[in-house]
């Protein structure tokens, strides 16, 4: 089958690969149907994230059809169209149980602090991804999702991962009814935040980048205020201004490791990895929230150290929250804000690339060329 295949930093192309086989009973194979780069494969793409070896398949977001089934699944049937959460999760462990899908302690048992995703490197299980025309799923009773009969395909490929983490964000960030919400990063995942702050209660959104297309798409999708880092003289400042010194009520970090802006956390996070990768999101989020305020992570960071300004954050008495997100927890009522009109994700779906001009896709989403938003590949298999 044809399938993604990393090949160093900056390097991947679409490649021969063997077949997956069902090697639990309750695993399945699932026929890809249609797939998108994350700026999570970006982290990897760039070589942040530890233990990514050559050869992987990357890609976390994917639908397709079950084709083969383990003799103990019961929910799949084969034929159906299904969704699959990014989060590989046994659904019995302490985690699965208080509905942590991210965290959960089986599928990814030589480590304690990263749960499972597919195609996310060895530190995150050294499952192989989606980006590929089939891909092996297990605890297939647990993660995959019936696609409902109603819904847009390319909706049920945002609802595996963009949905739910920018509602997350937005959930985690505790807004109440009249809140100040910053959303630093206008890719797909603050997009999302933003528009989900919304359905929270926000009175104002501000979102933060310096990609001039993704803030005009951003202001449209959104409907909120979006500026550009690079014509403020500095972010942090212009948003205490503008809460009359205060800080936002909340601030969400949706950028994650691959920040630019701040040069020293550039060189030590992203040239020299001396840090797992380039804090400047954050730190902006921490210095530009209220005293008392909540600052919500999703963008992405590896498992070692970064330099934050921990100090502010004590002194400020904040409260920070982050996880992956837990894309099952979520699925039920993000279903429903789809069917009703307020979240229509699939407007955030600029490219359609057939799967053998993987490294095309990979370079046009990391080099933010061609307005791009969110693309998605398409194997040679679904295109007949
Ligand atoms: N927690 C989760 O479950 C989860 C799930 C999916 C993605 N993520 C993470 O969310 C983050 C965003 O994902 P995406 O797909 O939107 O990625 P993306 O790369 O498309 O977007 C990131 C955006 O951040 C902007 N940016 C860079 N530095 C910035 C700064 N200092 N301030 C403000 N904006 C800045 C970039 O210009 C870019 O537009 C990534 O770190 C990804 O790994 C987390
Ligand atoms: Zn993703
Ligand atoms: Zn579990």
Not at 188 to 216: N, S
Request: glycine share 10%; aromatic share 8%; charged share 20%.
């Amino acid at each position: 089958m044809l399938a993604m295949n990393y090949r160093g930093p900056r390097r991947v192309r679409a490649d021969q690969k063997p077949m997956p086989e069902i090697l639990h009973p309750n695993d399945a194979i699932i026929r890809v149907t249609r797939s998108c780069i994350c700026g999570s494969d970006l982290h990897l793409y760039h070589g942040l994230v530890p233990d990514t070896r050559v050869g992987m398949t990357f890609g976390h977001e994917f639908i397709g059809v079950v084709e083969e089934i383990g003799s103990s699944v019961q929910k799949l049937k084969i034929g159906d169209n299904v969704l699959v959460p990014f989060n590989v999760a046994c659904g019995q462990c302490a985690f699965c149980k208080q509905e942590l899908y991210g965290n959960c302690h089986e599928s990814n048992s030589q480590a304690t602090a990263v749960g499972a995703i597919f195609g996310y490197s060895h530190t995150a299980g050294g499952y192989d991804g989606g980006q590929a025309e089939y891909v092996r799923v297990p605890y297939a009773d647990v993660g995959p999702t019936v696609i409902p009969e109603d819904m847009d395909h390319d909706d049920a490929l945002l609802l595996t991962d963009v949905v739910p983490t920018g509602y997350q964000a937005a959930e985690m960030a505790g807004i109440k009814t009249g809140d100040t919400v910053i959303v630093f990063g206008a890719g797909p995942v603050g997009i999302m935040a933003a528009k989900c702050a919304w359905l929270f209660g926000a009175a104002r959104v501000i979102v933060i980048d310096h990609i001039e297309y993704r803030l005009e798409f951003v202001r449209n999708y959104a409907n909120c205020e979006a500026y550009n880092f690079r014509s403020l003289e500095d972010p942090v400042l212009f948003i205490k201004k503008t809460t009359d010194w205060f800080g936002a009520d909340v601030c969400i970090d949706a950028v994650g490791a691959d920040a630019s802006g701040n040069a020293l956390q550039t060189i030590t996070g992203k040239k020299l990895l001396l840090q797992a990768g380039s804090a400047t999101a954050l730190h902006w989020a921490i210095n530009s929230v209220k005293k008392g305020g909540i600052v919500s992570i999703v963008g992405v960071y590896g498992p070692t150290d970064n330099l934050v300004p921990i100090g502010n954050v004590l002194n400020k008495g904040l409260t920070i929250r982050a996880n992956q997100a837990s894309v099952k927890r979520l699925l039920p009522r993000l279903i429903e804000h789809v069917r009703a009109g307020r979240l229509n994700p699939k407007a955030l779906i600029t490219h359609r690339i057939p799967l053998e001009e993987v490294a095309d896709a990979y370079h046009i989403f990391s080099s933010k060329l061609d307005n791009c938003i969110k693309p998605v590949l398409i194997p040679p298999s679904a295109r007949k």
